[in-house]
């Protein structure tokens, strides 16, 4: 995401964009403290700027670490879009009328039922489905739905998710070959695999996600045992209780 022209490829796929038509994808805020190993989500803010003079401000979260209830992803991204569009009603910023806002989640595990790998959300009428803004949507990007290998012919919003998810592979060299994007992308990663530092940084994430994943799964089978021995201990407790109770009675 930090080469321009993979966020603008990235993103068009996701936001169904003529990539063509973007002149622009500012990054305006870049990974917090999560670069350097956290465990946090990573956040991104992209500002694109289209050839019809309007703008898109995309927040993107990616979630790998951990899985999460419905409601926290869906609060984050009602939090910063909501403030992203108070931000700019407040700074009456020009140009402003023609900004829509844009949240997109890519999350490691599922969160909705179904299969659809790519979840799209807009404000409508309930009944009629007449819309009520377009100025924001929200898509969820679930990675585990996808497919290891290819099943056909896929969208170019499931191949950069596979590319997100698996990483480089064969199926993905025509696409490459073809989308000047997505080639981009490939290219970056390579340079990023021969920069000792940056290799470092996302070795030391990955560790970070690995350990903090098996520390979850230690603590919850941690649970489990204890909880265990606790309910053997209160059943144990009760069943002497009744005893003792029922015998004062008959005496």
């Not at 321009?4 to 917090?32: C, T, Y």
């Not at 790519?118 to 309930?126: G, I, L, P, T, Y």
Request: aromatic share 12%; charged share 35%.
């Amino acid at each position: 995401m930090e080469e321009e022209k993979a966020r603008i490829g990235f993103l068009s796929a996701v936001l169904n964009l003529n990539p063509e038509e973007v002149k622009e994808a500012i990054l305006l805020e870049d990974f917090p403290s999560s670069r350097y190993g956290g465990i946090k989500p990573i956040l991104l803010t992209v500002r694109l700027l289209l050839e019809n003079q309007k703008e898109i401000d995309v927040e993107i979260e990616i979630q790998l670490s951990k899985q999460e209830e419905l409601h926290a992803v869906t609060d984050r991204s009602l939090f910063w879009l909501s403030k992203a569009y108070a931000r700019q009603t407040k700074q009456k910023e020009k140009g402003s009328k023609n900004r829509s806002y844009a949240s997109i989640c890519i999350l490691n595990y599922r969160i909705f039922e179904g299969e659809e790998f790519h979840s799209c959300f807009h404000f409508r009428e309930d009944t009629r489905g007449t819309s009520y803004t377009d100025q924001m949507e929200f898509h969820v990007l679930e990675l585990p739905k996808l497919p290891e290998e290819p099943q056909g012919e896929e969208k170019e919003d499931a191949l950069w998710g596979r590319f997100i998810r698996f990483g480089w592979d064969e199926s993905l060299t025509e696409f490459a070959k073809r989308n000047e994007y997505f080639q981009c992308a490939f290219l970056r990663l390579l340079e990023i695999s021969q920069d000792k530092e940056k290799w470092y940084i996302y070795e030391a994430r990955e560790r970070a996600i690995r350990d903090r994943i098996q520390g979850m799964r230690e603590a919850f089978e941690q649970g489990k045992r204890e909880g265990s021995i606790e309910v053997a201990k209160k059943m144990k407790e009760g069943t002497h209780g009744r005893g003792y109770f029922q015998g004062n009675r008959a005496r």
